[in-house]
């Protein structure tokens, strides 16, 4: 419950008709991505920085976890309520404030959709690279605090090689300025880049100055169809060595393809163990070459069929065979685990093939695409939590997992972020002093611990909130 005081506080800061503390509001803005669900006690919608600002000194005086949210589309809990609080949303902040053609940056507010972004800038003929696959409803204020990765990382890299400013409002109320409108820039400390990847841990985002890149003429899609994962993962090699970056290069694994082939617009034959989804982009002469070239030195590798869009309904349908991977896992088991862990772009196949010998294991299902082009797996565990004893099955089976990356010289999440999901397993990849100097730098921006608390970091490291 919150305090009469405290809401009648919040509400000369937002107005009425931005704070909700009904039970049906509280439950709306419980849940993300994951599923999971905590209520908060209150939810504030900001309209500017500076009621950020105040809303941040209020939670200070009277000790109330905070919890910035923008589209809610987060995989890891980041902004989830645990100890229950404020869930401040920050989607009414949604302007483009500018698209400067001459320095080739904008400048946003966090709640700005990302595909919005990129549909104005395109009209300018610019171009905004990171595209998570959520890009259609997630913010771009959730993009930073995430670091958003996506598809085009391959080729354009994630959304912090995109940051090149931000203002921010500290969890003690100041807002500050790091970074700019220049590509230069070493006075002092780079905050900026400590901001993006934060988890909405060490401040709120209020405004933010992107990079933008002139438009690629055009793209080219191909699909190529192989007879073995081992074919496919040397494709993806043989591709880099020919001195080819594609936009993206997707793969799927052989139990990811038996999900889709009946919904499938390519056909996909029984034979068929794993695809490589390839896109390049730049000038219309060069992808021509170089969609030639990748068809060269894909083809002495158990390649089944290729298929390369002429037009763009054709690399719709491509990118159709993409989108229907996460739909239809579920017919294998109700209940998905989903991670994305990270490996060496060479390791891919060694990562594959532990991921085949722990679902024989086990004798769980685990179904496997994602981004061959960065070596960023996206691990799906499907099971039915309703037999007995497969709570604890998953927590092992992730374990080995996530130690399987780490032995590979990977990361346990490339997008996603720790949140909740992956607090037990960091240690397993950040040493126990790193650890210590990242609660350090969280101390310092958050004296009471009342900004996001309970992500990222196992224990509480101030003040527990007052509720
Ligand atoms: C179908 C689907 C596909 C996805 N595909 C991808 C993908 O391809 N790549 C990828 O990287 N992710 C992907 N995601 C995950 C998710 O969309 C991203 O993490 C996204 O960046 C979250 O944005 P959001 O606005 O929904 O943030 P939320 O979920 O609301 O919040 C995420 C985190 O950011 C913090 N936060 C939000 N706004 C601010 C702010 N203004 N200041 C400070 N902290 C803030 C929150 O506290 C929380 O910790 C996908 C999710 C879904 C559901």
């Known amino acids: 419950m919150i305090d009469k005081t405290v809401l009648k506080r919040l509400t000369e800061i937002v107005g009425k008709e931005n704070v909700f503390d009904q039970k049906s509001d509280r439950i709306t803005h419980s849940y993300d991505a994951t599923g999971r669900s905590y209520l908060p006690d209150v ?15 209020v939670a200070n005086r009277y000790l109330i976890p905070v919890l910035p949210r923008g589209a809610g589309s987060g995989f890891t809990g980041g902004t989830l309520p645990v100890q229950g609080g404020i869930v401040l949303v920050l989607t009414r902040m949604d302007r483009i404030l500018a698209i400067d ?15 919005e ?4 800038v395109e009209k300018q003929g610019l171009f905004y690279p990171p595209d998570p696959a959520s890009k259609e409803f ?17 080729k354009y890299g994630v959304t912090k090689d995109y940051i090149m400013g931000l203002e921010v409002v500290t969890p003690t109320g100041e807002i500050i300025r790091t970074g700019g409108k220049t590509l230069k820039n070493v006075v002092g400390y780079d905050l900026t880049k400590l901001f ?16 933008l890149l002139p438009k690629p003429e055009a793209k080219k899609t191909m699909l190529v169809q192989f007879s073995t994962i081992d074919g496919a993962a040397r494709g993806v090699s043989e591709i880099i060595r020919a001195k080819i970056i594609p936009t993206t290069l997707e793969f799927l694994d052989a ?38 070239r990748i068809m060269e030195v894909l083809q002495p590798l158990s390649v089944l069929d290729t298929r390369i869009a002429e037009n763009a309904e054709e690399s719709e349908e491509i990118w159709q065979v993409r989108r229907s991977v996460s739909s239809s896992m579920r017919k294998i088991n109700p209940d998905k685990f989903n991670e994305d862990i990270v490996v060496p772009r060479s390791r891919v196949p060694d990562m594959i093939r532990a991921l085949e010998n722990l679902s024989r294991e086990y004798g769980v299902p685990i179904v496997n695409f994602g981004h061959a082009g960065d070596g960023n797996i996206h691990v799906n565990v499907m099971v039915d939590l309703r037999e007995e004893g497969m709570e604890e099955k ?7 997992i996530f130690r399987t990356a780490v032995e590979l010289e990977g990361s346990i999440s490339g997008e996603h972020g720790i949140g909740i999901s992956k607090m037990d397993y960091m240690g397993m990849e950040v040493s126990e002093i790193t650890m210590r ?31």
């Open 196 to 211: 993006v990847g934060s988890e909405g841990t060490l401040g709120i985002v209020t405004r933010i100055v992107v990079k």
């Open 255 to 292: 139990s990811t393809i038996d999900c889709i082939r009946d919904i499938s617009p390519v056909p996909l034959p029984e034979e068929c163990r794993a695809i490589l989804l390839i896109e390049v982009d730049g000038d219309r002469e060069i992808i021509e070459k170089q969609a030639v």
């Open 394 to 400: 998953v927590h092992n089976v992730m374990e080995d």
């Open 138 to 154: 997630c913010t771009m204020g959730g993009n930073v605090a995430e670091c958003a990765g996506g598809p085009r990382c391959v």
């Open 117 to 120: 972004l990129q549909r104005q």
């Open 101 to 115: 053609t001459e320095n080739l940056v904008a400048v946003v507010e966090p709640g700005v959709v990302t595909a």
């Open 43 to 57: 939810v504030v919608y900001a309209g500017s920085a500076a009621e950020v600002s105040e809303v941040m000194k």
């Open 437 to 467: 100097y990242m609660e350090k730098i969280k101390e310092s921006f958050d004296p009471n611990n009342i900004l996001n608390p309970g992500k990222i970091f196992q224990k509480p490291i101030a003040a527990e909130g007052a509720l």
